[in-house]
């Protein structure tokens, strides 16, 4: 036991100032014998346990203000600044070299205390803890021991374990960081760009207070405004911050099928291939409808549960005409003051039975979510296939309203078409922060960022300044972009027209509901 204590205490004291051999010789992240390494025949980074570059260098920048302190020489951070700020492409390996972090300054100081947030405590609870204990399960034999890992804690085996652990907070709860210090101090937040601004303060305290504070942030750069996009944008700040760019060059575990398939599809310059290939921050097009940070302001916020109004459901429907496009249907509860997207399920029916199996999985969606006949309603694109589709959900009861993206809107003499119209309110409600995403909306974090890509490429038609008119899916199409069919079934929501119902012997041609739809507001 003796000897035990004996080598913790020389690695802890190694390890302090080379957080490199800790991650390499104790957390074993590294090539053991029997695997694949770099330039071997089949090695794949994103498998691999090497680390990255950047993630090296985030570890001695973060030693650096230790070093800094004590007096020694410095890799990197030579300033030792304490505000560490990483912006970075999608797929990097981010939460896992903040991980690998968490490890070595639990491992390293006493009393410490590692908080690490991020804008949903849920991101951290799967995302974050998993990679760290992917890490633990990876290390030495004699390091495992050192941990009790809780749901949303760590502590270390020590005789003081309230004065060494780990906590897991969300950002949306500032009160909750309040006090959240020691003498060793190391701050942690993922996803920085979508934090609410009000946490800031509260963490920049929590650091105050400590003997060597730190903080860490990392983000994929979302937003152009905040606390995150000045760390790295502001010339004011420059001397606060260490700023560590992740291009494209660095992430090794960035796909470049991937990024070549994104720059196909949306040109190299656009926001969303600026944003998740290369890691930069990117104004929106001139042209663009709707900007990826509002998207995501949306994504982060909590949804709001009610707002004492009794909601409409209603399901909007876009009919994939075959090929590469599919279906979508949207599932939405209108509120008076807010909207909230219940689900987003995409299809691909053959076209020659889809009109039968687009109904069914919309009645059985309908259904799920609590939707009433004659008082809910349903929005089907009704060119092409999508007529049949329509035809056969007002033959099982419902109230639909037929959609052509291509007639007149409400009011010609302000959008071109109905299609102009609905893109236009759901530009306004995301302005105004009127839209919310039930948690489990969408079935994969492939179907949001598909999602996010297909709304992003909405643009405004040039010269078209006094009536809102949108470039045609046609001509989108021609210029290589895939049909936008998960935004258009969003965009859908907001029809106008009075929805029909069949008579009750369902022979009669469809009658349109004399009362109130609840749907006038949005032909403003």
């Given at each position: 036991?003796?000897?035990l204590k004996?080598?913790?205490r020389?690695?802890r004291l190694?390890?302090r100032?080379?957080p490199?051999?800790?991650?390499r010789d104790v957390?074993?992240?590294r090539?053991l014998?029997?695997?694949l390494?770099?330039?071997d025949?089949?090695f794949?980074?994103r498998r691999s346990w090497?680390k990255?570059?950047?993630?090296s260098?985030l570890?001695e920048a973060?030693a650096?203000?230790?070093r800094?302190?004590?007096?020694?020489p410095?890799?990197c951070n030579h300033e030792g600044k304490?505000l560490i700020?990483?912006?970075a492409?999608?797929?990097?390996?981010k939460t896992?070299?903040?991980?690998?972090?968490?490890?070595?300054?639990?491992?390293?100081?006493?009393?410490?205390?590692?908080?690490?947030?991020a804008p949903k405590?849920?991101?951290v609870?799967t995302r974050?803890?998993?990679?760290?204990?992917?890490?633990?399960?990876r290390?030495?034999?004699e390091?495992?021991?050192?941990?009790?890992?809780?749901?949303?804690?760590?502590y270390w085996?020590?005789?003081d374990?309230e004065?060494?652990?780990?906590?897991a907070?969300?950002?949306?709860q500032p009160?909750?960081?309040?006090?959240?210090?020691?003498?060793y101090t190391?701050?942690l937040?993922?996803e920085?760009?979508?934090m609410?601004e009000?946490i800031?303060?509260v963490l920049?305290?929590?650091l105050a207070?400590s003997?060597?504070?730190?903080?860490?942030?990392i983000?994929n750069?979302?937003r152009?405004?905040?606390?995150?996009?000045?760390?790295?944008l502001?010339?004011r700040l420059?001397?606060?911050y260490?700023?560590?760019?992740?291009?494209l060059?660095k992430?090794n575990r960035?796909?470049r099928?991937?990024v070549?398939q994104?720059?196909?599809m949306w040109?190299?310059r656009s926001p969303?291939v600026r944003?998740?290939c290369f890691?930069?921050f990117?104004?929106?097009s001139e042209?663009q409808?709707?900007p990826?940070?509002w998207i995501?302001?949306?994504m982060?916020?909590?949804p709001?549960?009610?707002d004492?109004?009794?909601p409409k459901?209603?399901?909007?429907i876009?009919?994939a005409d075959?090929?590469l496009?599919?279906?979508?249907?949207?599932?939405?509860?209108?509120?008076?003051?807010f909207r909230r997207?219940?689900?987003v399920?995409?299809?691909?029916?053959?076209q020659?039975?889809?009109?039968?199996?687009?109904a069914e999985?919309?009645?059985l969606?309908f259904?799920?979510?609590?939707?009433?006949?004659?008082?809910?309603?349903?929005v089907i694109d009704?060119?092409?296939?999508g007529?049949?589709?329509?035809?056969r959900?007002l033959?099982?009861?419902?109230?639909?309203?037929?959609y052509m993206?291509g007639?007149?809107?409400?009011n010609?003499?302000?959008?071109k078409?109905?299609?102009?119209?609905s893109y236009?309110?759901?530009?306004?409600e995301?302005r105004?922060d009127l839209i919310?995403?039930?948690?489990?909306?969408?079935?994969?974090?492939?179907?949001?960022?598909?999602y996010?890509?297909?709304?992003?490429t909405i643009q405004?038609k040039?010269g078209?300044e006094?009536?809102?008119e949108?470039?045609p899916?046609?001509e989108?199409?021609r210029?290589g972009?895939?049909?936008p069919?998960?935004?258009?079934?969003?965009?859908m929501?907001y029809a106008?027209?009075a929805?029909t119902l069949?008579?009750?012997?369902?022979?009669?041609d469809?009658v349109?509901?004399?009362r109130?739809?609840?749907?006038?507001g949005?032909?403003q």
């Amino acid at each position: 036991m003796k000897n035990l204590k004996a080598q913790l205490r020389r690695a802890r004291l190694r390890a302090r100032t080379d957080p490199n051999w800790f991650g390499r010789d104790v957390l074993q992240l590294r090539t053991l014998r029997g695997e694949l390494a770099p330039g071997d025949e089949g090695f794949d980074w994103r498998r691999s346990w090497e680390k990255d570059g950047w993630q090296s260098e985030l570890s001695e920048a973060v030693a650096d203000v230790f070093r800094k302190r004590e007096g020694l020489p410095t890799v990197c951070n030579h300033e030792g600044k304490n505000l560490i700020t990483v912006v970075a492409p999608q797929g990097p390996g981010k939460t896992f070299g903040i991980a690998e972090l968490a490890h070595w300054w639990g491992f390293c100081f006493y009393p410490s205390i590692v908080t690490v947030t991020a804008p949903k405590l849920e991101h951290v609870k799967t995302r974050f803890f998993g990679e760290y204990a992917k890490i633990r399960n990876r290390a030495i034999p004699e390091y495992r021991t050192l941990q009790d890992i809780q749901a949303t804690r760590v502590y270390w085996r020590t005789h003081d374990p309230e004065n060494h652990l780990l906590v897991a907070e969300t950002g949306k709860q500032p009160e909750n960081m309040q006090g959240l210090r020691r003498r060793y101090t190391l701050v942690l937040v993922d996803e920085a760009s979508g934090m609410d601004e009000v946490i800031w303060p509260v963490l920049f305290g929590n650091l105050a207070g400590s003997d060597v504070g730190v903080l860490v942030m990392i983000s994929n750069p979302t937003r152009n405004i905040g606390s995150f996009a000045d760390s790295h944008l502001s010339v004011r700040l420059a001397r606060d911050y260490y700023r560590l760019p992740i291009t494209l060059e660095k992430a090794n575990r960035v796909s470049r099928t991937w990024v070549d398939q994104m720059i196909r599809m949306w040109g190299a310059r656009s926001p969303q291939v600026r944003i998740r290939c290369f890691g930069e921050f990117a104004d929106s097009s001139e042209r663009q409808l709707i900007p990826l940070s509002w998207i995501q302001r949306a994504m982060e916020r909590a949804p709001r549960e009610t707002d004492g109004s009794m909601p409409k459901l209603r399901l909007s429907i876009d009919v994939a005409d075959g090929g590469l496009d599919e279906s979508v249907i949207t599932v939405c509860r209108h509120f008076q003051s807010f909207r909230r997207v219940e689900k987003v399920k995409r299809y691909s029916f053959k076209q020659e039975t889809v009109h039968r199996e687009l109904a069914e999985a919309a009645d059985l969606l309908f259904q799920a979510w609590g939707g009433v006949k004659g008082q809910d309603d349903m929005v089907i694109d009704s060119s092409g296939p999508g007529t049949g589709v329509n035809q056969r959900l007002l033959e099982m009861g419902h109230a639909c309203v037929r959609y052509m993206g291509g007639a007149g809107s409400s009011n010609t003499e302000k959008w071109k078409n109905r299609r102009s119209q609905s893109y236009i309110n759901l530009r306004d409600e995301y302005r105004n922060d009127l839209i919310d995403f039930a948690v489990g909306c969408f079935d994969s974090d492939d179907d949001v960022d598909e999602y996010q890509k297909q709304l992003c490429t909405i643009q405004s038609k040039p010269g078209t300044e006094r009536l809102e008119e949108l470039v045609p899916k046609e001509e989108m199409k021609r210029n290589g972009m895939k049909s936008p069919d998960m935004s258009d079934s969003h965009a859908m929501q907001y029809a106008t027209q009075a929805p029909t119902l069949l008579a009750q012997t369902g022979k009669a041609d469809p009658v349109i509901i004399s009362r109130s739809t609840g749907w006038e507001g949005y032909a403003q």
